[in-house]
């Protein structure tokens, strides 16, 4: 079974900055399933990058997906005061446990 | 416009087994590609995946919960039913469907959630 771990786990960060999250595979995995998502408080997560690159209908092109084998990566370029959230990476049927990017 | 609903009972007891529907509109279930998913996430916790069924009926479970999972559709009522046994405590946590898609692309072979419920608070307490 393939364990995903995000890192870091919390992220403190201020509006404009960059912010970095990296998920982890325990073997390597394809690309294909390796998507992104975003959770605010109270709400459903909403898909924002899928196959590790692509970008979801009507997500904004400051977030941006990364990786292959065991290393993938969500960046986003310019925090803006939305994306404070959940971000959580999943690879189809394994989740990671998330990294909360918070205003520091 | 994709549409999905959660719903079921909110408090269960332990041991009871729980059920729970996805409602949907705007896809068909019988549309080569599409799936539907239940994902649950505990209070503060990490989303966890249960179970998925797909147009042509093949179903796949989490291995830790496949002995107490089942996940059935109904096309025609455009419904989606899962049902979890021998329920406990630890269960509690808000349940999730989700639309999967599944095609072929450039880049190769592509499967992902794209929509999701609102989700459904369960809590499991005598």
């Known amino acids: 079974e393939i364990v995903l771990t995000q890192s870091p786990g919390t992220l403190s960060l201020s509006p404009g900055e960059r912010a970095t999250l990296s998920c982890r595979a325990s073997q390597s995995v394809s690309s294909s399933y390796l998507a992104w998502f975003q959770q605010r408080p109270g709400q459903a997560p909403r898909l924002l990058i899928y196959g590790a690159s692509s970008r979801a209908t009507g997500i904004p092109d400051r977030f941006s997906g990364s990786g292959s084998g065991t290393d993938f990566t969500l960046t986003i370029s310019r925090l803006e005061p939305e994306d404070f959230a959940v971000y959580y990476c999943q690879q189809s049927e394994t989740f990671g446990q998330g990294t909360k990017v918070e205003i520091k | 416009q994709i549409t999905l609903k959660e719903s079921g009972l909110t408090l269960v007891k332990p041991t009871q087994t729980l059920t729970l529907t996805c409602t949907f509109s705007g896809f068909s279930l019988s549309t080569s590609g599409v799936g539907v998913g239940w994902i649950r996430q505990p209070p503060g916790k990490a989303l966890e995946w249960l179970a998925l069924i797909d147009w042509n009926d093949d179903k796949r479970y989490s291995p830790s919960l496949k002995r107490r999972l089942t996940i059935t559709k109904d096309t025609s009522k455009n419904q989606v039913v899962l049902t979890l046994t021998n329920m406990d405590p630890v269960d509690t946590a808000t349940y999730f469907c989700?639309?999967?898609?599944?095609?072929?692309?450039?880049?190769?072979?592509?499967?992902?959630?794209?929509?999701w419920g609102r989700g459904t608070l369960v809590t499991v307490s005598s």
């Open positions: 989700a639309h999967r898609l599944r095609y072929s692309s450039s880049l190769g072979p592509l499967e992902y959630f794209d929509l």
